[in-house]
């Protein structure tokens, strides 16, 4: 059997991760897996309950599973608590207890949808990235002064470092993810000025050599964020640090339009974490109108990278497909002339197309 853990967490997590259970199981069915369910809290939902943001009795459950479904955590009524009880901690528990090294997020420009996204059609049509983000490394955990004061002036700093085995790791895991795509890596830098980004490019560069079939090409950090709004469809995977992953992860999500059709997947050492890019959407919380295809994407991802079912993975995506196809929208995507419907619904039908 392959357990995995559904972490519901606040808001709309609650509608979206039964949404994407009630995919699962549907899949289960049809491919064999063996997938076993077993629900854990989190966020405030887990204060309430046990007066902490994450239990160890859930991470632990956690750290035995197969993969973690996460919907997502927070809500104003928690956002007065003292830092180490709010929501967000969750987040941070999971990272560091189950050592969450990378952040995988695809950007997929749907045909349906590419009215839907910022940029021109003729430019993002077609569009499939995937961004692989350094997560526990680099200058959000280097170290840092907050203020000193030197010549009579007060200044702050922080520092950016990184191992050549935590570039290897995140390298090899690009690479690998390449295989399972098109076969292109663009390393992300700026080796141009930072040390440490230039002992990034000579690992990515030593790493490539494992990987003949794989094509590899560098980009300096701006240039980078310029081509992704120039030519997205350049891109196949991008491996890059924590900080520039930050930022350009972001960017590539716009392009495709919808924040609530954006999967994610977190790989760690021990168990991997499979979660939407978007919050817990306190606003549209219990209506029955969230959008449920990120989650469920999260849920092919899992299926993908922890549980190596490619074929249950593809099959749920190209049900999504399918359901956008057929002129299917929940709220947050739906202009005149499509099929208005809410979570429960689209989620049926989209087990329908499985
Ligand atoms: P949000 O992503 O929750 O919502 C932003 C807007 O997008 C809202 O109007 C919302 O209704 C809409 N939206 C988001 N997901 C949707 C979906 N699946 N279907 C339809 N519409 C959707 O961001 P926010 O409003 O800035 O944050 C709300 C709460 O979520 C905050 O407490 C924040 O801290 C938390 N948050 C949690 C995570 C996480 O758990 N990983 C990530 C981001 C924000």
């Known amino acids: 059997m392959k357990k995995i853990i559904v972490i519901p967490g606040d808001g709309i997590g609650q509608e979206i991760t039964a949404s994407a259970v009630t995919v699962l199981k549907q899949v289960d069915a049809k491919f064999n897996i063996g997938l076993e369910f077993e629900t854990r809290d989190a ?46 901690k969750a987040i941070f528990g999971l990272r560091k207890g189950l050592g969450l090294f990378a952040n995988l997020r695809p950007t997929k420009v749907y045909p349906e949808l590419i009215n839907s996204s910022p940029l021109k059609p003729e430019l993002v049509g077609g569009s499939d990235l995937l961004i692989v983000r350094e997560l526990v490394g680099g200058i959000y955990f280097g170290p840092r002064c907050e203020s000193e004061t030197k010549d009579g002036v007060e200044q702050a700093w922080d520092t950016e470092i990184y191992s050549v085995p935590e570039i290897e790791r995140i390298t090899r895991l690009a690479f690998e993810t390449a295989k399972l795509r098109r076969g292109k890596v663009t390393s992300v830098d700026k080796a141009n000025v930072l040390a440490a980004s230039r002992l990034w490019r000579k690992v990515v560069v030593d790493v490539a050599k494992d990987f003949p079939d794989v094509e590899l090409n560098h980009l300096y950090v701006d240039n980078a964020a310029m081509q992704l709004v120039l030519n997205p469809k350049q891109f196949d995977v991008i491996v890059t640090n924590n900080i520039f992953g930050d930022i350009l992860s972001d960017e590539a999500a716009v392009i495709g339009g919808s924040i609530g059709l954006m999967p994610s997947a977190s790989i760690g050492e021990l168990t991997s974490l499979y979660e939407p890019i978007h919050g ?19 849920a092919a991802m899992l299926l993908r990278y922890s549980l190596k079912a490619d074929d249950a993975a593809k099959a749920i995506e190209r049900a999504i497909d399918r359901t956008l196809a057929d002129g299917y929208r929940t709220a947050d995507i739906f202009t005149d002339g499509f099929k208005r419907v809410g979570t429960d619904e689209v989620t049926d039908i989209i087990c329908k197309n499985l």
Request: glycine share 16%; with cysteine; hydrophobic share 35%.
């Open 43 to 88: 966020g405030g939902t887990s204060y309430e309950k046990f007066g902490t943001p994450l239990t160890d009795e859930a991470l632990d459950a956690c750290k035995r599973a197969d993969g973690v479904l996460f919907g997502a955590v927070g809500g104003k009524k928690w956002d007065s608590l003292p830092v180490h009880l709010r929501p967000e």
């Open 280 to 298: 817990s959407a306190p606003d549209i919380a219990g209506k029955g109108i969230a959008n449920p295809m990120g989650t469920i994407l999260s």
